[in-house]
């Protein structure tokens, strides 16, 4: 069982920067597709990006491409999610996820952080 805890949260104007971090709470972590999805208000959950295992592969959705970095350092069983750039419609609260695959929905994940509110100010 994986456990997950996002941090860096925050409120932000627009243009400004965030950095996200998910600690995960095994070494198994390493053998994990890692994902960033999001979830405003009276929506549903959206795929941000992932970054595969080995670090070899990286997608984003194509609001944020461009903007947004997803890295991981698998000695410190942590992946981020940079932010640049940062606008009033990514106001969101953003939960990291692990699975075994390299896919942007949400069943591919087996293991979710309880999310951390991001605010963008206009």
């Known amino acids: 069982q994986v456990q997950l805890v996002e941090s860096g949260g925050g409120l932000v104007q627009a243009g400004g920067s965030l950095r996200l971090s998910c600690a995960a709470s095994?070494?198994?972590?390493?053998?994990?597709?890692m994902a960033w999805f999001r979830q405003a208000p009276g929506k549903e959950r959206e795929f941000v990006g992932f970054?595969?295992?080995?670090?070899?592969?990286?997608s984003y959705a194509d609001s944020v491409k461009g903007r947004f970095s997803i890295s991981r350092d698998n000695a410190k069983n942590t992946m981020y999610l940079q932010m640049n750039s940062l606008k009033p419609e990514d106001t969101a609260v953003y939960y990291c996820?692990?699975?075994?695959?390299?896919?942007?929905?949400?069943?591919?994940?087996?293991?979710w952080g309880q999310g951390t509110q991001v605010t963008i100010s206009s």
């Open positions: 970054i595969t295992w080995n670090d070899r592969a990286t």
């Open positions: 095994e070494r198994t972590f390493s053998l994990y597709t």
């Open positions: 996820a692990a699975g075994s695959g390299a896919e942007r929905v949400t069943g591919s994940y087996s293991y």
